[in-house]
């Protein structure tokens, strides 16, 4: 069973970049098919979908978020990390990874990690 894990620092201040990595255990960020993402729910609000990184390295971003959004991997350490630059407190979350699989035109989250909590704030 994948399972997955978000690590990063717990708090960010505005205008500097927020970085998390998400760690994988139990499959391949590379398996056929698989794409890795960055989901995040701002207290209050629902979930917003940030962005993958696909199993061929490709990535696809949210248009709403592409100008600030950086998804990246290390395939020897079966990780893939979110970097969003310039944050506000509007960027203040909890961010979670996923992976899924395309089904049609809808991509399905088979795997969470149980999320990690970003203040922004000075």
């Known amino acids: 069973q994948v399972q997955l894990q978000e690590s990063g620092p717990g708090l960010v201040k505005p205008s500097q970049t927020l970085s998390l990595t998400c760690t994988v255990s139990?499959?391949?960020?590379?398996?056929?098919?698989?794409?890795w993402s960055w989901i995040r729910q701002p207290p209050g609000k629902g979930l917003e979908w940030i962005g993958y990184?696909?199993?061929?390295?490709?990535?696809y971003y949210s248009p709403s978020l592409k100008s600030r959004t950086s998804i990246s991997r290390d395939t020897s350490k079966n990780q893939f990390t979110l970097q969003l630059s310039s944050v506000t407190p509007e960027d203040t979350a909890v961010y979670y990874c996923?992976?899924?699989?395309?089904?049609?035109?809808?991509?399905?989250?088979?795997?969470w990690g149980q999320g990690t909590p970003v203040p922004v704030s000075s």
């Open positions: 996923a992976g899924g699989e395309y089904s049609g035109s809808y991509l399905y989250f088979g795997s």
């Open positions: 990184i696909a199993y061929t390295g490709n990535t």
């Open positions: 139990g499959g391949s960020i590379t398996t056929n098919y698989y794409y």
